[in-house]
């Protein structure tokens, strides 16, 4: 069980954010996401390109952003379950929360701060027969272990980043790896672009395009699928198919956590600490909505600031406390870091 | 002068609504549905990376060739027809006035 003061679903900027804040006032966070790797969308859909509504930073690389911002919280030693989505959440007999993922991981803490964003990130699917029977039987949609496909036949879909770059890892892994793409164009990396052209001349990957698969075929497990190539239809045998679309967010579990739902966002109390109508859980950022809202990154980090003070407030009632200046109090870290400004000089001139 | 044009935009039940667009506030297809709360989702904010607002001209308008990011969008998204298009890569002009799409399935 993971003990923490507040468990923040999505590790977009919103909640990565929250961290620092709820660093300064010492309490600690840990964060959920259903990716294996932090900063959300930033990361997921657009890490190369710039943002320019950040306040202080005329431009910037979403990638960059959530680089900078982890940097910025690892003084507060956020902990991280990534790769699994928040699933249920319960209330112990002391009052806290209890959350589990898909994978059985369990987090406890008297505070939730949901800021999952559009929702979990779900394969797009692509609309084949039988696609659902070979989920996990020779169809895969996420690439988790590679090794899984040490000396197997592997078909790809997709013409991203993604597709490229998992065509070149399993190149050296995979007894034969085929790419199948609706165009001759791909979409990614100049860099991975070129790889997959040379790993092709090099006859170490095979390329079908233009192309679709358009049927799955096998008894238990998947045994080969049908492409339609140029008006041209043929079969191969494989074992695996990997479609790699891109992702798509859905709100996802969280949706059936008694939360008041409007359009597609969770509903709070207006912009008082964004509390939902579940006292102790908040929601911050894209996913939840009141009168006014608008969705964008500087506004997330607004209501994360205002959700950690009234954090405090209900895990510490009690406790005095008052909004502190960084500049003036500097930051302590949970790491014994300590950050501050430099004391001023003080010295007569004779 | 007046700078609007009116749209029209069938949804997914086959219900038609009549927009009347700015075309002097930079807005593309993709925000007029969303000012008009038409279920158009726009979830990477128009950088055509998601095709969650993908539709089908529907009238003879002759729109601007599709770019590089668009064609690619549209090569990996799914119920994609000869007339599909993302509603983020069209921008309001009074080239539009009159403009029927429909909104591809989700």
């Known amino acids: 069980m993971v003990k923490t003061d507040i468990i923040i679903i999505g590790a977009g900027p919103t909640g990565l954010f929250a961290v620092f804040e709820a660093g300064l006032l010492k309490l600690k966070c840990h964060l959920i996401d259903s990716l294996p790797i932090?900063?959300?969308?930033?990361?997921?859909?657009?890490?190369?390109?710039p943002i320019y509504d950040i306040p202080s930073q005329p431009e910037i690389l979403a990638g960059d952003l959530v680089d900078n911002l982890m940097k910025q919280i690892s003084p507060f030693q956020p902990g991280?379950?990534?790769?699994?989505?928040?699933?249920?959440?319960?209330?112990?007999?002391?009052?806290?929360?209890i959350v589990t993922t898909d994978k059985g991981t369990k987090h406890q803490a008297p505070i939730v701060a949901i800021a999952g964003?559009?929702?979990t990130f779900e394969p797009r699917k692509p609309n084949l027969v039988d696609l659902e029977?070979?989920?996990?039987?020779?169809v895969d949609y996420m690439i988790k272990d590679p090794e899984k496909y040490r000396n197997k036949k592997v078909i790809i879909a997709g013409g991203g980043d993604s597709a490229l770059d998992w065509t070149i890892f399993l190149a050296n892994i995979a007894k034969e790896v085929t790419l199948i793409h609706r165009r001759d164009e791909f979409r990614g990396a100049l860099d991975s672009v070129e790889k997959v052209q040379k790993l092709k001349d090099d006859n170490k990957v095979k390329l079908i395009t233009p192309a679709e698969v358009t049927e799955l075929h096998g008894q238990d497990f998947l045994e080969s699928i049908v492409v339609s190539n140029e008006g041209k239809i043929k079969t191969i045998t494989t074992d695996y198919f990997i479609p790699l679309f891109g992702l798509t967010p859905k709100l996802g579990p969280i949706a059936d956590w008694g939360l008041e739902i409007e359009k597609n966002a969770i509903k709070v109390n207006n912009s008082l600490d964004y509390q939902t109508n579940i006292p102790g859980i908040y929601a911050i950022g894209d996913v939840n909505t009141y009168a006014g809202k608008l969705k964008l990154i500087l506004c997330g980090f607004h209501e994360a600031t205002l959700m950690c003070q009234s954090a405090f407030q209900r895990i510490y009632p009690d406790k005095k406390n008052i909004l502190k200046y960084t500049t003036v109090s500097g930051i302590s870290g949970f790491d014994g870091s300590r950050k501050e400004a430099k004391k001023s000089t003080i010295k007569a001139i004779k | 002068m007046n700078q609007d044009v009116t749209i029209t935009v069938i949804d997914r039940e086959g219900k038609s609504h009549e927009l009347i667009a700015p075309t002097d506030m930079a807005m593309n297809l993709m925000e007029v549905?969303?000012?008009?709360?038409?279920?158009?989702?726009?979830?990477?904010?128009?950088?055509?990376?998601?095709?969650?607002?993908?539709c089908y001209l529907v009238s003879d308008h002759d729109l601007p060739e599709k770019s590089d990011d668009e064609e690619a969008m549209l090569s990996e998204a799914f119920h994609v027809k000869e007339n599909s298009r993302l509603g983020c890569q069209i921008h309001m002009s009074k080239a539009l006035e009159g403009l029927t799409v429909e909104l591809a399935p989700e």
């Open chain 1, 133 to 138: 029977k070979f989920e996990n039987h020779g």
């Open chain 2, 33 to 54: 549905c969303k000012a008009y709360e038409l279920p158009v989702e726009g979830t990477c904010g128009g950088m055509a990376m998601c095709a969650s607002c993908q």
């Open chain 1, 117 to 119: 964003g559009l929702g």
């Open chain 1, 80 to 97: 991280f379950t990534l790769g699994e989505c928040a699933q249920t959440i319960e209330k112990n007999s002391s009052g806290d929360f």
């Open chain 1, 38 to 49: 932090p900063g959300g969308q930033c990361s997921e859909i657009y890490p190369k390109k």
